[in-house]
Nanobody, 125 residues
Framework: QVQLVESGGGLVQAGGSLTLSCAAS????????MGWFRQAPGKEREFVAA????????RYADSVKGRFTISRDNAKNTMYLQINSLKPEDTAVYYC??????????????????WGQGTQVTVSS
């Protein structure tokens, strides 16, 4: 089994920054894709970014390109999401997820096998 625990959310003013963390345990993640998703009230869960654990390849949603940066620390089994220039529309619960499919950088939440409990990000205007 895989356990994912997010942290780092909070209340931030528009224009501010946050770094979310996702601590992973229970497996070797060398062949996994790890992803960040978010879900705002009344909306579907949407893809934010993904990273291939083995080589660090990344993929971003168009809506966050240039503002969000996904990264990972292999030694710590931890993934990060650096969020800059926060906007009120970034307000959501942010989830990290793990996909066992080798080589995938899927944007479909149904492709992911394991999920964290989520961390709330609230951006005030």
């Amino acid at each position: 089994q895989v356990q994912l625990v997010e942290s780092g959310g909070g209340l931030v003013q528009a224009g501010g920054s946050l770094t979310l963390s996702c601590a992973a345990s229970g497996r070797t993640f060398n062949y996994y894709t790890m992803g960040w998703f978010r879900q705002a009230p009344g909306k579907e869960r949407e893809f934010v970014a993904a990273i291939r654990w083995s080589n660090g390849s990344t993929r971003y949603a168009d809506s966050v390109k240039g503002r969000f940066t996904i990264s990972r620390d292999n030694a710590k089994n931890t993934m990060y999401l650096q969020i800059n220039s926060l906007k009120p529309e970034d307000t959501a619960v942010y989830y990290c997820a793990a996909d066992r499919t080798v080589g995938a950088l899927s944007v479909d939440p149904r492709a992911y096998d394991y999920w964290g409990q989520g961390t709330q990000v609230t951006v005030s205007s």
